[in-house]
T-cell receptor, first 111, second 113 residues
Framework: KQEVTQIPAALSVPEGENLVLNCSFT??????LQWFRQDPGKGLTSLLL?????REQTSGRLNASLDKSSGRSTLYIAASQPGDSATYLC??????????FGAGTTVTVRA | NAGVTQTPKFQVLKTGQSMTLQCAQD?????MYWYRQDPGMGLRLIYY???????DKGEVPNGYNVSRLNKREFSLRLESAAPSQTSVYFC????????????FGQGTRLTVV
C-alpha cells in the first residue's frame, strides 16, 4: 500500500525566506506526483504535476523536484510572501484512479 | 473559467435524511471522483467514474451512491445520513485516470446532526 508522508506538519517563516516542503512515498512505481495548495475552508488548487520521467518542474516561484528511487519530492517556494500561507499537499496515484495524499504541511509566512 | 463546480457549498442534515451532492466540470474530462476530507484522516476516495457510463467504489463507499449523469456531471447521494458522514466532500476530475492532473472543486461542508 502506498504511504505518503509530509514533514514537517507545520512551518512558520519570515517573509522573504525560501520555503522547502518535503514529501516522501513508499512505492517508487508512480506515474507522477502532484502538489496542491489548500486555503482554509477552500478546495485544492493544483500547483504542479511532475511526471515520473521528470526530475524537476517549475512554475513561477515554485519548483518541484522528484527522486523516484529514494521516494522523495521537494517543493521549493522562493522568496515567500504572506499570501503563500496555506496548507500544501502532495499526492501520488496509487492505481489508475485513486490519489493517495499526504497529511499536508501548513505554512505560515510572517510579514 | 469555472473548472469543477459543486453544489451546495454548505448543508446541515438530520440523521436519516437523504441528499444529493452535485458536481459538474466544464473541462471535457473523462474521469471524475468524489473524496471526503476529515481531520486526521486526510482525503479518502469514496467513488470514482473512469469514464461516462462507469462507476467504481473507492476506499470508503459505504453509505453512498453515485450517478454519472453524463460526461460533465457526477453526483453523490447519501440515502440515510449518519453523523459519521459529517465531512467536507470534494469532487475532482481529470482527463483520464492514467495519472493525469486532477482538478478539484471548492467542496461541500456537510454536517449531520
Amino acid at each position: 500500500k502506498q504511504e505518503v508522508t509530509q514533514i514537517p506538519a507545520a512551518l512558520s517563516v519570515p517573509e522573504g525566506e525560501n520555503l522547502v516542503l518535503n514529501c516522501s512515498f513508499t512505492d517508487s512505481a508512480i506515474y507522477n506526483l502532484q502538489w496542491f495548495r489548500q486555503d482554509p475552508g477552500k478546495g485544492l488548487t493544483s500547483l504542479l504535476l511532475i511526471q515520473s520521467s521528470q526530475r524537476e518542474q517549475t512554475s513561477g516561484r515554485l519548483n518541484a523536484s522528484l527522486d523516484k528511487s529514494s521516494g522523495r519530492s521537494t517543493l521549493y517556494i522562493a522568496a515567500s510572501q504572506p499570501g503563500d500561507s496555506a496548507t500544501y499537499l502532495c499526492a501520488v496515484p496509487t492505481n489508475d484512479y485513486k490519489l493517495s495524499f499526504g497529511a499536508g504541511t501548513t505554512v505560515t509566512v510572517r510579514a | 473559467n469555472a473548472g469543477v463546480t459543486q453544489t451546495p457549498k454548505f448543508q446541515v442534515l438530520k440523521t436519516g435524511q437523504s441528499m444529493t451532492l452535485q458536481c459538474a466540470q466544464d473541462m471535457n474530462h473523462n474521469s471524475m471522483y468524489w473524496y471526503r476530507q476529515d481531520p486526521g484522516m486526510g482525503l479518502r476516495l469514496i467513488y470514482y467514474s473512469a469514464s461516462e457510463g462507469t462507476t467504481d467504489k473507492g476506499e470508503v463507499p459505504n453509505g453512498y451512491n453515485v450517478s454519472r449523469l453524463n460526461k460533465r456531471e457526477f453526483s453523490l447521494r447519501l440515502e440515510s445520513a449518519a453523523p459519521s458522514q459529517t465531512s467536507v466532500y470534494f469532487c475532482a476530475s481529470s482527463v483520464t485516470g492514467l495519472g493525469t492532473e486532477a482538478f478539484f472543486g471548492q467542496g461541500t461542508r456537510l454536517t449531520v446532526v
